[in-house]
């Protein structure tokens, strides 16, 4: 079995692929995302909990008929696999083993590769500081659970579908996006100091990912408006797309 380290700061990552005759179906009934809508790239998606919070922060693509790769923080991917041997115990797919894949970045974009050329610290930190500057949050251990999806714009990624029926947290993730709006919400901070872990909150403001910079840190956080005015840190600007209210169009 692949080994993964769990004491670095630095990100690691892996893939599961998942393939079969239910794969499709199973995926649907599990993903914020529309499964039968997925492109040629990696879509930012989730697996969430019965309370409508992330418990598995995902990149999804479909490679062939029935079959999908599915990417995910390696501290998070041997929980993915307990949930989906659960509550997929009764469809046609198989899972296979997790297996390290490589962040870097493409194109001026994110992304994965398994070219073990791209398995350097200078591809990681660069991964890091376009993700965090476009709001390309990563769920880790120590925050599953923490945050609604529209909390983390997902929705606003591409990421979350309101007309594709059931899946798990779909209640309450609908009732926050239909009756009500997020008060705090995804943000691009910096800051100077220690840098904080993932998760850790900063009076008022919870850390989702960090990357350390000469100046101090880059963030992405979840906070409200006027706890970030009241706080030290800097407000940058999201791409346009994740700078949209977080709240259902009128």
Not at 7 to 35: H, M, N, R, W, Y
Not at 132 to 143: E, F, Q, S
Request: glycine share 6%; aromatic share 10%; proline share 5%.
């Amino acid at each position: 079995m692949t080994q993964f380290s769990t004491t670095s700061t630095i990100p690691q990552f892996a893939q599961l692929t998942i393939q079969g005759e239910d794969a499709e179906k199973f995926l649907q009934g599990q993903l914020t995302c529309d499964v039968t809508k997925l492109g040629l790239s990696y879509q930012a998606a989730a697996i969430g909990n019965l309370k409508g919070r992330i418990e598995f922060g995902i990149w999804l693509k479909k490679q062939a008929e029935k079959q999908y790769d599915v990417v995910i923080s390696a501290d998070c991917a041997e929980s993915l696999q307990n949930h989906l041997k659960k509550f997929g115990a009764f469809s046609k797919f198989e899972t296979s083993a997790p297996t390290p894949i490589y962040p870097c970045v493409l194109a001026d974009l994110p992304t994965f590769s398994h070219k073990d050329d791209h398995n350097t610290l200078d591809d990681t930190q660069a991964w890091m500081q376009c993700s965090i500057a476009t709001g390309n949050y990563w769920i880790v251990a120590a925050t599953q659970g923490e945050f609604q999806p529209q909390e983390l714009r997902l929705h606003q990624r591409g990421g979350m579908d309101y007309d594709k029926g059931c899946y798990l947290g779909q209640e309450v993730i609908a009732r926050i996006y239909f009756k009500s709006a997020p008060k705090a919400f995804l943000h691009y901070v910096t800051g100077a100091g220690d840098v904080p872990a993932a998760g850790e909150k900063l009076d008022k403001i919870q850390v989702v990912n960090t990357v350390t910079t000469a100046e101090g840190f880059e963030a992405l956080v979840v906070a409200r408006p006027e706890h970030l005015t009241d706080s030290e840190l800097t407000v940058l600007d999201l791409p346009p797309a994740l700078q949209a209210d977080v709240a259902r169009p009128k």
